[in-house]
Structure formats: structure tokens, C-alpha cells
């Protein structure tokens, strides 16, 4: 599975932007889709997964980031609004293939198998 996130920028407070991620395979509704971020100087923490259709979050980003997947474009998105200047970081996509009885989305870095390039998102104050 390769990865390939796109959509990053730079970007004013309170501005939006959609991450995008592009896998290739032919089973991509049955990937578990993740976000992580690194800022700098910190280490990688989860922003968002999705097993199905419904998402989790971190606290940090509940209310204000929306993960979403279309299955036809094997292609999942974060849709980012309210930006802050913390949310400034390298976004990466994951994904894994979980075995069909595993139904839910994970928060947890080590459980993703396949990781994209990261996508730059800074956030002005």
C-alpha cells in the first residue's frame, strides 16, 4: 500500500484547509485510515482515524477537524477549520489492513502499517 498525502500550506488562524490522501490497492474500504502530526521539536501524536464512515479524534482537534474516506477514489481527508497556530505541524496519513473482525478505528501509531510523505500545514498567527 502506498500513501501519498497532499493539501498542506500555509494558512491564517481561523482559515481551513483539507488534507488529502491518495492509497492505491483495489480493497481500500477495508484500509483503517489514520492522521498523525508532528510539530516541531515534538514527537508525532494521533489527530484522527476512521474504520468506516465514523471517526475519532483527539481531544485537541474535536469540533473543529472532520476525517472523511471516499471508498470510490481511495482517497480519506481531514477537513481542518478554526485553524490554530498549534495545529502548525507535518500531517501524515496511515493506513493498515486489520483483519474484517477488527471494527474500530485506532488512536495508537503502531497499529498502522503504512505510513505517507507528510504534508506541511503552518498556521499564522
Known amino acids: 500500500v502506498q500513501l501519498q498525502a497532499s493539501g498542506g500550506g500555509l494558512v491564517q488562524a481561523g482559515g481551513s484547509l483539507r488534507l488529502s490522501c491518495a492509497a492505491s490497492?483495489?480493497?481500500?474500504?477495508?484500509?483503517?485510515m489514520g492522521w498523525f502530526r508532528q510539530a516541531p521539536g515534538k514527537e508525532r501524536e494521533f489527530v484522527a482515524a476512521i474504520r468506516s464512515m465514523s471517526g475519532i479524534y483527539a481531544d485537541s482537534v474535536k469540533g473543529r477537524f472532520t476525517i472523511s474516506r471516499d471508498n470510490a477514489k481511495n482517497t480519506a481527508y481531514l477537513q481542518m477549520n478554526n485553524l490554530k497556530p498549534e495545529d502548525t505541524a507535518v500531517y501524515y496519513c496511515?493506513?493498515?489492513?486489520?483483519?474484517?473482525?477488527?471494527?474500530?478505528?485506532?488512536?495508537?501509531?503502531?497499529?498502522?502499517?503504512?505510513w505517507g510523505q507528510g504534508t506541511e500545514v503552518t498556521v499564522s498567527s
Open positions: 496511515a493506513a493498515d489492513v486489520p483483519p474484517l473482525e477488527v471494527l474500530s478505528a485506532s488512536r495508537r501509531q503502531a497499529a498502522y502499517e503504512y
Open positions: 490497492g483495489q480493497t481500500f474500504s477495508t484500509y483503517r
